[in-house]
Structure formats: C-alpha cells, structure tokens
C-alpha cells in the first residue's frame, strides 16, 4: 500500500470532521488531523505504530498527529465512529506527552459526545463550531487523565523519509525496484525489508506490485494498447509476471478484466490534492464537518 498524507478541506475555521461508516476498510496513510475512533458494532483491525490492533464493539482508539495507519472491518456490519479534528484543539494542553497505547483502557462517552458534536455542526448556529470544539476538548482531556501516558515521540529523520519514499513510489513506479527503495532510505536490503514492512504491515514486492497493477488497470481501461505494450508501461518486467501477478491481485487474467472493474485497493494519489483514503466497499452512513 502506498502510504499517503490524507488531505481534508474544510468549509469552516473550526476543523472538525465527525462520521460513522460501515465496514470501514482503508488505504494505508497519515494526517496531521488528531483521529478518535469507537466500534458501535462488529470488530475490525486497525494497523498503527507497527502492530495491528484488534478492536471489538465498545472499544475505542487514539491516533495521535502524523501516525501511519490503515483499517479493516472483519465483517460488513461493523459500524465505526470517526471524530477527526485539529491537533491544535490539544496542542497547548498536551506538552510533551502522548498516549502509551493507541488502544483506550478505560471508558469514555464517545458515541454521546460523537452525537452531540454531530448535532452542533449540523446546525450552523453562531459558536456551535467552538462548542463542538470545546466537547472534543473535554473528552480528550478526560482520555490523557485516564490513561497510561510516554513522553511524546518526534518525528525523527527516518519516518520523515519513509513518507518521501511512498511518494517517490508513486511517481515513478515503473522502474523503481527493491534496491533503489532500500538506497533511498540508506539501508542495507536485509535491514529495508524489515523496516518496510514493520512499519506498513506488507512486504514492499507487495506495495510495487498493487501500485503498478492499478496503472495497468488504468490503462487498459483508457485507450487501445496491446498487452506487451500495457506490461512495459506498467512496469513488469515480463508480459509473464504481468499475468501472473495481475490475476493474483484482481482475480482475473488482463484479457478477462470486466471493463467496468473497480481496484479494491486505490493506492496512486496526486502528492498536494485533497485525499481521503476511504475505500469504495465502505458505506458513509452519516457525517458533518466544521
């Protein structure tokens, strides 16, 4: 998966963002939005600080300002709700410190705070963006008052280059290999591979491999162009491994591809536009923004 910056424009100064999907299954990626989420129903396995974290009903999770992330329902009943919002609503009351664990322990009115907030910026009333605001504030400082807290880790020159390298991938995919990968973090093969997938949950092969399917996809779906032709720009080496890695991804040999085929798994972005890493299966049951 290509890990990408999720990019939401808001319509108003005060950044809130709050929804509840059902079978909530996304790409992986990051945003400097602070994300609270609670599973109403089901279970699902969100990936972040390199493990994956299962989650049943009641249970809720914490992804902090800049975290590597990406979710998976178990079933397509599970409903989960989303409350993103500015980091600077906590940035002055949160100093050094930051959760210990993404996974919350104790019990928190999130659904009633979740409706609340939902309430007030469907409303549009005057202040009902600084009350939402103000709701989200006492619910996370009730969180970081009942939980386990570490000093706050920065950002350190590696992870800053890692997301450089997912953009990198994305641009120029149709020749860049394994080897060019691990020169571009300054790591030994051995080491690279290791570190790719601790930190995305998948083998780098993988990542490469969806990312030039889904241009093959592209454009197969936009134009006449043979096969051979389709391979090459798509960046396998062989018309063979073409075949074979396509049908281990879509299902399908490339001649058998329904014309109105849809990639579960989207991974190519345009580096600075608007991104919402949310996955065609999902269903955006309800939602309101600030």
Same mark, same amino acid.
């Given at each position: 998966?290509?890990?990408k910056?999720?990019?939401?424009?808001?319509?108003e100064?005060?950044k809130?963002?709050?929804?509840?999907?059902?079978?909530?299954?996304?790409?992986?990626?990051?945003?400097?939005?602070?994300?609270?989420?609670?599973?109403?129903? /089901?279970? !699902?396995?969100?990936?972040?600080?390199?493990?994956?974290?299962?989650?049943?009903?009641?249970?809720?999770?914490?992804?902090?300002?800049?975290?590597v992330?990406?979710?998976?329902?178990r079933?397509?009943?599970?409903t989960?709700?989303?409350?993103?919002?500015?980091?600077? !609503?906590?940035?002055p009351?949160?100093g050094?410190?930051?959760?210990?664990s993404?996974?919350?322990?104790?019990?928190?009115?999130?659904?009633?705070?979740y409706?609340k907030?939902?309430?007030?910026?469907? *409303?549009?009333?005057p202040?009902?963006?600084v009350?939402?605001?103000?709701h989200i504030m006492?619910?996370?400082?009730?969180?970081f008052a009942?939980e386990?807290?570490?000093?706050r880790?920065?950002?350190?020159?590696?992870?800053k280059?890692?997301?450089?390298?997912?953009?990198?991938?994305?641009?120029?995919?149709?020749?860049?290999?394994?080897?060019?990968?691990?020169?571009f973090? /300054?790591?030994?093969?051995?080491?690279?591979?290791?570190?790719?997938?601790?930190?995305?949950g998948?083998?780098?092969?993988?990542?490469?491999?969806?990312?030039?399917?889904e241009?093959?996809?592209?454009?197969?779906?936009?134009?006449e162009?043979?096969m051979? *032709?389709?391979?090459?720009?798509?960046?396998?080496g062989?018309?063979?491994?073409?075949?074979?890695?396509?049908r281990e991804?879509?299902?399908?040999?490339?001649r058998e591809?329904?014309?109105?085929?849809?990639?579960?798994?989207?991974?190519?972005?345009?580096t600075n536009?608007?991104?919402?890493?949310?996955?065609?299966?999902?269903?955006?049951l309800e939602?309101?923004?600030?």
């Open positions: 998966m290509i890990a910056r999720e990019i939401r424009n808001y319509s100064p005060v809130i963002w709050v929804g509840k999907y059902k079978h909530s299954h996304n790409l992986l990626h990051w945003h400097y939005d602070c994300e609270l989420l609670f599973v109403e129903k /089901g279970s !699902i396995d969100v990936f972040c600080r390199r493990k994956t974290h299962a989650l049943k009903e009641g249970d809720a999770l914490f992804l902090g300002r800049g975290e992330h990406y979710m998976t329902a079933d397509e009943d599970t989960l709700i989303v409350i993103l919002f500015d980091y600077d !609503i906590l940035r009351y949160l050094d410190v930051q959760l210990a993404p996974l919350l322990r104790g019990s928190y009115p999130i659904p009633e705070v409706a907030v939902r309430g007030l910026l469907l *409303e549009k009333a202040c009902s963006g009350r939402a605001a103000a006492l619910l996370m400082a009730d969180v009942g386990e807290l570490s000093a880790e920065t950002e350190d020159g590696t992870t280059r890692f997301k450089e390298l997912m953009e990198h991938i994305s641009e120029k995919y149709e020749f860049f290999t394994f080897s060019d990968a691990a020169a973090m /300054g790591m030994s093969e051995g080491y690279f591979s290791r570190y790719f997938h601790a930190v995305t998948i083998t780098f092969p993988k990542c490469l491999n969806y990312v030039r399917t241009r093959a996809i592209e454009l197969m779906q936009s134009g162009r043979s051979t *032709e389709i391979a090459s720009l798509a960046g396998f062989t018309i063979r491994n073409f075949n074979r890695v396509f991804i879509t299902g399908y040999a490339p591809l329904p014309s109105d085929y849809l990639l579960t798994d989207g991974f190519v972005y345009p536009a608007p991104f919402d890493p949310t996955l065609r299966d999902c269903e955006l939602y309101a923004q600030g």
